[in-house]
């Protein structure tokens, strides 16, 4: 689901003199409590969903949501691939339809779900960006020593040593590294937990951090990265402080912190070749979503063998 968008209502009784909300919209402010405190998803999370089941309330417009058909889902869907909306986006969409209609059917007594079966328009795949080795030891390598430049080392560090999301790192606590073990405990989508490898110049630059750390973080905060203020840093932050740093290595890439999880997986995979831990330390529910690294992996042969094979070799 697409980060920092605002789920569209709190469910709130209106305040006098003001429309009451439809059903629709009620629904789906009770959705998004269901997501937020029975499923316990992402606060980002539950803002996509919001944002793509508030697309189909506004293409239903007057149409009740338990009275669509999957004739007019297929309308909505051709008419959103029209909007130039590509296949990725829309598949998301449906995914969310479908999941807002089980928990109606759940809920709320919905008896059918007009969004099963329709598939999205094919689109082209694209592949995720990585860094490559070079160009990540250029950023890791950036000279500052200031209190905040410790901590953002740590945290880059940490993201390219063990393949972090993002709301996995800002969600880090103190007691959640285990410098003796070399690993770090995450909590990552649907709250699950794993264990990860944590590499030692990661784990060094932590053990930095963590000196000025206890000098300007607030007294009773459990938070492993915290702002000037001492308080939890947020993912915007680490998001603006990458960019920076990223722009002072010389990398005209426009680097963002998942840019690292990629570049820790592809990097990991084309020297191992094990693709099932790379599942497993990403934290990734099926195989399939791993998959991808391989076409990396194989366009980082593919360039090799360009490059050096005589028969591969341009004419000059």
Known sequence: MTAGVTPAAPATVPAKGRQARSPAQQHLSDFLAHLTHERRLAANTAAGYARDIETLIQLADTHALDK????????????????????????????????????????HGFTTNPCVGIRAPKS???????????????????????????????????????????????????????????????????????VVPVGRH?????????VP?????????????????????????????????????????????????????SHVLQSSGDLRAVQEMLGHASISTTQVYTQLD?????????AAHPRAKKKS
Do not use: C
Request: aromatic fraction near 8%; charged fraction near 25%.
């Open 68 to 107: 669509l058909q999957v004739h007019q889902i297929r309308r909505y869907v051709a008419q959103l691939h029209a909007r130039g909306l590509d296949g990725r986006s829309i598949a998301r969409m449906l995914s969310a339809w479908r999941g807002f209609y089980r928990y109606l059917a759940r809920d």
């Open 298 to 306: 194989f366009q980082h042969l593919a360039k090799v063998y360009d």
């Open 124 to 194: 082209a795949k694209r592949l995720p960006h990585a860094l490559s080795p070079d160009e990540t030891g250029r950023l890791m390598a950036a000279e500052d020593d200031s209190v905040l430049a410790l901590r953002d080392k740590a945290m880059f560090e940490l993201l390219y040593s063990s393949g972090l999301r993002l709301s996995e790192l800002t969600g880090l606590a103190l007691g959640d590294i285990d410098s003796a073990d070399g690993t770090v405990r995450v909590t990552g989508k649907g709250g699950k937990t794993r």
């Open 213 to 265: 750390r206890g000098e300007i973080a607030r007294a009773g905060e459990t938070a492993l990265f915290v702002n000037r203020n001492g308080g939890r840093l947020g993912p915007r932050a680490v998001q603006l402080r990458l960019k920076q740093w990223a722009v002072k290595s010389g990398l005209h890439a426009a680097v963002h912190p998942h840019m690292l999880r990629h570049s820790f997986a």
């Open 202 to 210: 990661a784990l060094a630059a932590v053990e930095e951090w963590l």
